[in-house]
Nanobody, 128 residues
Framework: QVQLLESGGGLVQPGGSLRLFCAAS????????MGWFRQAPGKEREFVAS????????YYADSVKGRFTISRDSAKNTISLQMNSLKPEDTAVYYC?????????????????????WGQGTQVTVSS
């Protein structure tokens, strides 16, 4: 059974940091591109960051570039999202996703349709 399980969310003050994790339950995890998306209340889900199957390439939304870092540890079947300099507008439910539908350089896995599997999400709240 394929599962993605996010963790690490919580409440943090503006300017603070959080690190999100996503654990994958299947052995071929290393052949999948991975991504993080988020959905704020009343808004559509949006792309945050993605990483290629081998970790060699990453791509970020302009809104998080320079503040967030995506990485993967294939030996542990996990990816992470280090979030620094957090802002109230980063408040959202964060989802990780896994996909193998296209080559990474074609779309940088920025779109929902690039992905096969989704986690349940973890809440991140940035507030003083």
């Amino acid at each position: 059974q394929v599962q993605l399980l996010e963790s690490g969310g919580g409440l943090v003050q503006p300017g603070g940091s959080l690190r999100l994790f996503c654990a994958a339950s299947w052995r071929t995890f290393s052949s999948y591109a991975m991504g993080w998306f988020r959905q704020a209340p009343g808004k559509e889900r949006e792309f945050v960051a993605s990483i290629s199957w081998n970790g060699a390439s990453t791509y970020y939304a302009d809104s998080v570039k320079g503040r967030f870092t995506i990485s993967r540890d294939s030996a542990k079947n996990t990816i992470s999202l280090q979030m620094n300099s957090l802002k109230p507008e980063d408040t959202a439910v964060y989802y990780c996703a896994a996909g193998s539908r296209t080559t990474y350089s074609r779309s940088y896995y920025r779109f929902d349709d690039d992905y096969d599997y989704w986690g349940q999400g973890t809440q991140v709240t940035v507030s003083s």
